[in-house]
């Protein structure tokens, strides 16, 4: 057998990804800032650069405000270059006016971007993730029900992305994270009355996906993540969320504009002369949007029409759509991609007297609730 040295830096390199391949299992490390051209942390911090030479040792020195870019390939805080850096704090520390807690990793992502990863016990997490994914204000059992599909979420994704430098990430991507919570948040309540409790499908954790209303009936995750097949997340009817925010909505866009966003998207057809749903799904939302422009006509999936729009702008694919001169007329119900838990129904479920174990239960039918392991 030859056996050959690694070069130091390498060395420490591949010891630097065993450990985030490998992180406590109570801990979860969470995208906060991801692919931006920079970032402004500030607080009683402690910089140790990663990716240094095994002889040397780490440096490390104090700092109040960081401002980490990516420069020639590497990152640069306060005139110095590594492959990443550390930041630890006795207290909290502020990420682009945000406040979070635990380990800040400052990494490069993709050609010239700023990854900063938030490592922090899971439990701590979710409590971040009630508060903006939720209401404080809502019954005691919503957020049960929100915590438990949450953690769920995140444990799945945790063991998805073992091998990555981060697990999941703080937007709407995956799940939205806020940070610090003040400790009088009743997220922290729903959070530790439920510690531990996730959802599973056959043995297996699964994505526990949630949205904010279904708009009268929720949506095979095949017709929207071109997934796999999972029976805990078959479509039900909730018509429990009528009274709700966005149960009804209405878009109008003009044609430039639209044509714009869907350049912008990479799905470019020129001047927008037409749109119309062409396919539908079981519960009537878009599945296939045919888009007739000056340069060509383009098929979409539902979910790429309505990404290429803006999630916050077309609020679901459950919609119609009707050209009137140079504008585009939306009329729709819902907001999110429909699969899973629909939030405003679970709130009236809980109104009406369910128990967080029944919300889930309708929304996941014949998962099983058991601890994390």
């Not at 630097?16 to 801990?27: H, K, L």
């Not at 037409?274 to 539908?280: F, L, M």
């Not at 585009?328 to 009236?348: D, E, I, L, P, T």
């Amino acid at each position: 057998m030859i056996v050959r040295l690694l070069p130091a830096a390498l060395l420490l390199s591949v010891i630097v990804a065993a450990a985030w391949a490998a992180p406590d299992s109570g801990m979860i490390r969470v995208a906060i800032v991801d692919n931006a051209r920079g970032a402004e942390l500030s607080g009683d911090l402690l910089v140790t650069e990663m990716g240094t030479c095994v002889e040397c040792g780490p440096r490390s020195w104090r700092a109040d405000v960081v401002r980490p870019v990516v420069a020639n390939g590497a990152v640069e805080i306060d005139g110095r270059r590594a492959s990443g850096f550390r930041l630890t704090s006795g207290g909290p520390v502020r990420v682009n006016g945000r406040e979070y807690e635990g380990r800040l990793d400052v990494l490069k992502t993709g050609d010239a971007g700023v990854l900063v990863v938030n490592e922090l016990p899971l439990e701590d997490y979710l409590v971040g993730v009630l508060r903006g994914e939720s209401s404080e204000r809502w019954p005691i059992e919503a957020l049960r029900a929100q915590a438990i599909a949450s953690r769920t979420y995140a444990a799945y994704h945790r063991q998805l992305n073992a091998a990555r430098l981060y697990h999941i990430i703080a937007s709407t991507a995956h799940q939205q994270f806020v940070g610090r919570v003040a400790p009088g948040s009743s997220a922290w309540g729903a959070v530790q009355e439920t510690a531990g409790q996730v959802m599973y499908w056959e043995g297996e954790l699964f994505p526990a996906f949630y949205h904010a209303n279904s708009g009268g009936y929720t949506e095979d995750p095949r017709s929207v993540f071109a997934g796999r097949s999972l029976p805990a997340l078959r479509p039900v009817v909730c018509h429990l969320a009528a009274g709700a925010a966005n149960f009804q909505w209405t878009l109008e866009l003009r044609l430039d504009d639209l044509s714009e966003l869907l350049r912008r998207g990479g799905f470019g057809v020129g001047a927008v002369r037409g749109i119309e749903v062409t396919e539908r799904t079981t519960s009537l939302r878009a599945g296939t949007v045919t888009v007739r422009g000056s340069a060509r006509t383009l098929r979409l999936r539902g979910g790429d029409f309505r990404r290429a729009i803006g999630y916050d702008t077309l609020k679901s694919t459950l919609f119609a759509v009707a050209i009137d001169g140079d504008v585009a007329r939306f009329s729709g119900r819902g907001h999110g991609h429909g699969v899973g838990m629909c939030q405003w129904g679970a709130k009236s479920m809980a109104e009406l007297g369910a128990s967080s174990r029944q919300i889930l239960n309708f929304y996941y039918p014949g998962a099983t609730l058991s601890t994390l392991r």
